[in-house]
C-alpha cells in the first residue's frame, strides 16, 4: 500500500488534531463563544477522516509515463 505521509506521521498528525480541537474548545470558550463538547468532538473526527481519506487515497503525480513525460530534461520531438 503506497500512503501519502508514513504511518508514524499520521499517527502524529492525528495526535495533533485531537490536542487542537481540545485546546480550540478552550480557547473558544474563554473568548466567549459556546461550543458544546459534541460539536467540539464531531469537528475533530471530521478533520482526522479527511486527512486519513486524504493519507489512503492514491497518489496523481500528471506524468504520463507512456510518453516519457515524467523526466523534465527529456527533450522528445513527438
Known sequence: MNLRISPAAL???TAFITIVTVELRTLL???G????VEAAALAGLVAILVVWIWTFLPTVTGAD??????????????
Open 65 to 78: 509515463p507512456g510518453n516519457g513525460s515524467g523526466n523534465p530534461k527529456q527533450n522528445r520531438a513527438d
Open 29 to 31: 470558550e474563554m473568548l
Open 11 to 13: 499517527l502524529i498528525v
Open 33 to 36: 463563544v459556546a461550543v458544546s
